[in-house]
């Protein structure tokens, strides 16, 4: 019913920027919310930044203004723009989707490494 694209990751600098897509289809009705979450190794996955069908956006702390969600909706896609990247940035990303009707659907990830 929906599925969830994730690339764009790979290996960044400190200090430098990556930008990853999530290409969202769905066939299950209308995407209310869209988010970035991150795992680093050995760590929980955590929320990252979400951008609502009426672009309202959230972000985590550790990212607030370094990371920028956005949407192009002729392309069903959600970016998330990472500047200034950090060491602890390092993860695999994973995109979300959660339905107007209900329903999370999460993506396969893509992996960003940031080297020092």
């Known amino acids: 019913q929906v599925q969830l694209a994730e690339s764009g990751g790979g290996l960044g600098q400190a200090g430098g920027s990556l930008r990853l897509s999530c290409v969202v289809s769905?066939?299950?009705?209308?995407?209310?919310?869209v988010a970035w979450h991150r795992q680093a190794p050995g760590k929980e996955r955590e929320f990252i930044a979400q951008?609502?069908?009426?672009?309202?956006?959230n972000y985590a702390d550790s990212v607030k203004g370094r990371f920028t969600i956005s949407r192009d909706s002729a392309k069903n896609t959600v970016y998330l723009l990472m500047n200034s990247l950090k060491p602890e940035d390092t993860g695999v990303y994973y995109c979300?989707?959660?339905?107007?009707?209900?329903?999370?659907?999460w993506g396969q990830g893509t992996q960003v490494t940031v080297s020092s």
């Open positions: 979300r989707a959660t339905l107007a009707r209900g329903g999370t659907y």
């Open positions: 769905s066939a299950g009705g209308r995407v209310s919310i």
């Open positions: 951008i609502s069908s009426g672009d309202y956006t």
